[in-house]
């Protein structure tokens, strides 16, 4: 089964750290693009950060710029997030998707989450 | 920056179709996807590059795109569909690309 699992969040201070991990399995991972979605609480989508398939190109949406970390581990099927200098808006539910094989599918599967809650 | 506007809401009785628009500048140029997201659970894609399904997807869900608006239609609506719909792109239009989500529109089965 083609699966995506997040794992690392929590509570957090605002000025302070966590990382999030996303374990892919049930498909090559080190061929497919992949990112990271938040949702704060009653709110919408937010695309974060996108690497490319070798890591090799990165993007971020301004508002993390400079604070998150996107990387990946194709060795261990792993994608990471480090989440720097916690602000309260960085709280949300925050999902790891895949880019499908096309070029510029859509995000085909999503792990099911992992909240990060900012305390002030 | 590129922005996509979608209703907030939109409401259908059972059995009849539903239409959630995507607004954006010149969206009819781009690839638009789209996402289901019911209450508590991760989204899923409904359809890629304006109309393709995934596999599972039902044929009752298909899309258009042109001018500055993309469409979701979902023909004989269920219950089941009762969720949140999102739209997306992939914006190359400064230095550094980004995928856009809409804001949502929250589909209410009557």
């Known amino acids: 089964e083609v699966q995506l699992v997040e794992s690392g969040g929590g509570l957090g201070e605002a000025g302070g750290s966590l990382r999030l991990s996303c374990a892919g399995s049930g498909f090559t991972f080190s061929s497919y693009e992949m990112n990271w979605v938040r949702q704060a609480p009653g709110k919408g989508l937010e695309w974060v950060s996108y690497?490319?398939?070798?890591?090799?190109?990165?993007y971020y949406t301004d508002s993390v710029k400079g604070r998150f970390t996107i990387s990946r581990d194709n060795g261990k099927n792993s994608l990471y997030l480090q989440l720097n200098s916690l602000r309260a808006e960085d709280t949300a539910v925050y999902y790891c998707?895949?880019?499908?094989?096309?070029?510029?599918?859509?995000?085909?599967?999503w792990g099911q989450g992992t909240m990060v809650t900012v305390s002030s | 920056s590129y922005v996509l506007t979608q209703p907030p809401s939109v409401s259908v009785a059972p059995g009849k179709t539903a239409s959630i628009s995507c607004g954006g500048n010149n969206i009819g140029r781009k690839s638009v996807h789209w996402y289901q997201q019911r209450p508590g659970q991760a989204p899923v894609l409904v359809l890629y590059h304006e109309s393709d399904r995934p596999s599972g997807i039902p044929e009752r869900f298909s899309g258009s795109n042109s001018g500055n608006t993309a469409t979701l239609t979902i023909t004989r609506v269920e219950a089941g569909d009762e969720a949140d719909y999102y739209c997306?792109?992939?914006?190359?239009?400064?230095?550094?690309?980004?995928?856009?989500f809409g804001g949502g529109t929250k589909l209410t089965v009557l």
């Open positions: 997306q792109v992939w914006d190359t239009t400064t230095d550094h690309p980004r995928w856009v």
């Open positions: 690497i490319s398939s070798s890591g090799n190109m990165i």
């Open positions: 998707a895949r880019v499908g094989a096309r070029v510029g599918d859509g995000f085909d599967i």
